[in-house]
């Protein structure tokens, strides 16, 4: 027997208790930059505008989008954030990650 999960009716469930962030890759130098609420990019994840309802998060990554198309940025997209003693943390490996700079030694020397 097959279970078919209503996604339509989990997300919107959880839709009132997430908050999230926009992250991307600047075109210029690949690093991870975050959306900010000026519209402006920033390296640093405290930097970043949260939002905690669908509606504001589609609008948040909308922007984004059109400053990709602009050549800004590349790759933008939603992850979920937490906020812990006036901190902004990511949820999930993947962002965490990222927030920590890149995962593989950068004195290779590959001269």
Do not use: H
Request: net charge negative; glycine share 6%.
């Amino acid at each position: 027997m097959t279970i078919i999960r209503d996604k339509t009716k989990s997300q919107n469930s959880n839709s009132q208790n997430f908050t999230q962030a926009v992250t991307a890759n600047r075109l210029t130098d690949g690093y991870v930059v975050y959306l900010t609420d000026r519209d402006s990019w920033s390296e640093r994840i405290a930097d970043c505008q949260i939002v905690d309802d669908r509606s504001a998060a589609d609008d948040l990554l909308q922007r984004a989008t059109d400053q990709a198309a602009d050549d800004l940025v590349v790759g933008p997209y939603l992850f979920k954030v937490a906020t812990e003693g006036g901190r902004t943390i990511p949820i999930g490996q993947r962002e965490i990650l990222r927030t920590t700079g890149p995962s593989v030694g950068t004195d290779l020397n590959l001269a």
